[in-house]
């Protein structure tokens, strides 16, 4: 059975900093492309950052850049997020997900696999 399941998520307040991880079991995801998406109430699910098999390819969302980080540990077939300046508006769901087409995907419908989502609440 294929899972991927998030964990680290929590209440911080806005300026502090938390550390998502994605535990994947059930496949080798260690050539997958790896994301993390995130969905607001009321809002649809976006893209937020993501990881080529390697980890030699980032991609970010413009609202991300310069604060999330995100790697891969293939060993250890789990994928991170690290957040840092947390700010009110990425209080979300944040989940993880993996696409087996090796290239950058940036539109949830290109993933085949996810996470149920661990929720980010930022206070202000």
């Known amino acids: 059975q294929v899972q991927l399941v998030e964990s680290g998520g929590g209440l911080v307040q806005a300026g502090g900093s938390l550390r998502l991880s994605c535990a994947a079991s059930?496949?080798?995801?260690?050539?997958?492309?790896m994301g993390w998406f995130r969905q607001a109430p009321g809002k649809e699910r976006e893209f937020v950052a993501g990881i080529s098999w390697s980890g030699g390819n980032t991609a970010y969302t413009d609202s991300v850049k310069g604060r999330f980080t995100i790697s891969r540990d293939n060993a250890k077939n789990t994928v991170y997020l690290q957040m840092n300046s947390l700010k009110p508006e990425d209080t979300a769901v944040y989940y993880c997900?993996?696409?087996?087409?090796?290239?950058?995907?940036?539109?949830?419908?290109?993933?085949?696999?996810w996470g149920k989502g661990t929720l980010v609440t930022v206070s202000s």
């Open positions: 997900a993996a696409s087996t087409l090796h290239t950058i995907v940036l539109n949830p419908n290109g993933m085949n696999y």
């Open positions: 059930g496949r080798t995801f260690s050539s997958d492309f």
